[in-house]
């Protein structure tokens, strides 16, 4: 039979050899000061093509939802690409609700009266529209929509940017992207002076350019 003091030794021995190897594994899960070595996850960056307005009051940026309106994302992608946006105006600024451009008529600063009525066209000078594309994005602050005559399938080039949420245009006007960065810019241009019909008494002029 062992004696005690053999059977002492044993279990001190036993007790050392498992906090050794609690020692080894530890060492090898902790950095330096004992801290995990915990690498930060870093998000891939969105591939999407992203949109900048560039306005004299400074520049707003949007993302797409091909998901929801992929035809309006696309008419919008290849009108902004052929410059047909750039030297338009913001024309029309309501307080509370959204600002609107993108009319090519509004290039020419002496034919207001036309302003809210011009859009893209074809080779024979026919109106272009885009059947609409109503979704369950909500009208909040900062969704950028497709503006439209009475008809749902008349949008053309005309988009309008949310600067207080409007509810009364969800599923009826289609939304087609976001804004991430400037919805300030958006702010300040609703805020200016204008006329009767909503025309502001500066012209805002923009550039439009696709960030691929």
């Keep these: 039979m062992q004696s005690y003091w053999a059977?002492?030794?044993?279990?001190?021995?036993?007790?050392l050899g498992r906090l050794c190897t609690l020692l080894v594994v530890l060492s090898l899960v902790t950095a330096c000061g004992?801290?995990?070595d915990v690498k930060p996850v870093v998000s891939a960056p969105d591939p999407r093509p992203k949109v900048i307005i560039k306005t004299k009051f400074g520049d707003i940026h949007f993302k797409f939802y091909p998901d929801v309106a992929p035809k309006h994302v696309e008419n919008f992608i290849a009108l902004a690409k052929s410059g047909f946006y750039n030297g338009t105006i913001f024309h029309r600024v309501i307080p509370g609700f959204m600002i609107q451009g993108g009319?090519?008529?509004?290039?020419?600063?002496?034919?207001k009266e036309t302003y809210g009525a011009g859009g893209p066209?074809?080779?024979k000078g026919n109106p272009i529209y885009l059947k609409a594309e109503?979704?369950?994005?909500?009208?909040?602050?900062?969704?950028?929509?497709?503006?439209?005559?009475?008809?749902p399938d008349t949008a053309g080039s005309?988009?309008?940017?949310?600067?207080?949420?409007?509810?009364?245009?969800?599923?009826?006007?289609?939304a087609f992207g976001e804004v991430i960065k400037g919805l300030g810019v958006a702010d300040k241009i609703v805020s200016l002076p204008r006329n009767d019909?909503?025309?502001?008494?500066?012209?805002i002029e923009m550039t439009v350019t696709i960030l691929e």
């Design 121 to 123: 066209k074809d080779e």
């Design 7 to 15: 059977m002492t030794g044993h279990a001190v021995a036993v007790r």
């Design 34 to 36: 004992g801290k995990p």
């Design 134 to 151: 109503f979704s369950e994005v909500q009208h909040k602050r900062g969704i950028v929509s497709m503006a439209r005559a009475t008809e």
């Design 158 to 174: 005309q988009f309008f940017i949310v600067v207080e949420t409007s509810p009364f245009l969800d599923r009826k006007y289609t």
């Design 103 to 111: 009319d090519p008529n509004t290039k020419n600063s002496l034919r």
């Design 197 to 203: 019909h909503d025309l502001p008494n500066e012209r």
